[in-house]
């Protein structure tokens, strides 16, 4: 009995150290997995098939980027690792911008995302004007012309942070298309606000209030006239306007705000030349 006793107990041991080699060697196993050399060769051997290479369009690289970030929300790819699986199929230009950044920013990926659309002109009134203006290739179907132009606009909504609120949306739309009939003078009145602005536009009620003001403090047409004729004729110079042709634009404008009929502002009388046809003096002005 004494002896089958300490064997069995020298079996028990036995055994247990073998499940402590086994939990440490597991335990290694898993920490390896769980380092980040570990983790990105992991993720980018998965991803090595699935990724193409960035265009070097500017404008398809909006598309590309929103598909691999679908993709990446499909795999549950980890947000500290999507930085560094992005830079292997980037162009030579996107790396070269890239080399640029400032280091604390390069492990961000929304931060690269913002940094390269940015210094690629990618601004929220090109994504716009590029929605507006997108047209079908002959090779593509309308399946993928849609999809090109859902993602245009779904950056643009991103870039104005529109995010699910119907309100924003509502306003939005109203306010494009209060812009796209301002002049040249008020459009960049409102670019010069929504520079300063933190998502880039200044909202509907911003909008229309700085432009009646700005508007309500405008010069009216006469006194512009009368203050560049004045300029010129005292110094000589073109003070108030740049050239003869912002008041010959000005002269006609007024007359035709007054209901009188344009005349050539810039016409000058010339000379009257004395002809002799047929014995009969002709001036000729």
């Known amino acids: 009995m004494e002896l089958a006793e300490r064997k069995w107990r020298a079996e028990m041991e036995l055994r ?22 570990s ?4 993720w980018g051997d998965g991803l090595r098939n699935t990724i193409s290479r960035m265009p070097m ?12 970030e679908k993709l990446f929300d499909q795999l549950e790819v980890p947000v500290e690792l999507r930085s560094m699986l992005l830079r292997p199929y980037l162009n030579d230009r996107a790396k070269a911008l890239l080399a640029r950044c400032d280091l ?18 990618l601004s929220p009134s090109i994504y716009w004007e590029k929605c507006n203006s997108l047209t079908r290739e002959t090779s593509e179907t309308f399946q993928q012309f849609a999809t090109r132009l859902m993602s245009l606009f779904e950056l643009y909504l991103e870039s104005r942070n529109v995010g699910n609120s119907y309100e924003k949306l509502f306003d939005l739309i ?14 960049r009145h409102i670019l010069a606000l ?15 209030d700085a432009l009646d003001a700005y508007v309500a ?48 502002f810039a016409a000058t009388p010339k000379p009257a030349v004395r002809k002799k046809c047929l014995g009969v003096v002709v001036c000729r002005i």
């Open 194 to 208: 929504e520079s300063a602005a933190e998502n880039r536009w200044i909202g509907r009620h911003a909008l229309v």
């Open 16 to 37: 247990e150290r073998e499940l402590d080699l086994k939990k440490a060697k597991a335990d290694r196993e898993q920490s390896a997995k769980e380092s980040m050399a």
């Open 217 to 264: 403090n405008m010069p009216s047409d006469k006194s512009k006239l009368h203050a560049a004729t004045v300029s010129t004729s005292k110094n000589g110079s073109h003070s108030f306007v740049k050239s003869l042709s912002d008041v010959k634009s000005l002269a006609v404008e007024s007359q035709r705000l007054e209901g009188n009929k344009t005349t050539n």
């Open 39 to 42: 983790r990105l060769k992991l």
């Open 104 to 121: 604390e920013k390069t492990g961000d990926y929304k931060a690269i995302k913002e940094f390269l659309l940015r210094e690629m002109r």
């Open 57 to 68: 369009e500017p404008v398809e690289v909006v598309s590309w980027l929103m598909a691999l």
């Open 174 to 187: 109203i306010y494009d298309r209060i812009k796209s009939v301002l002049p040249f003078s008020l459009s």
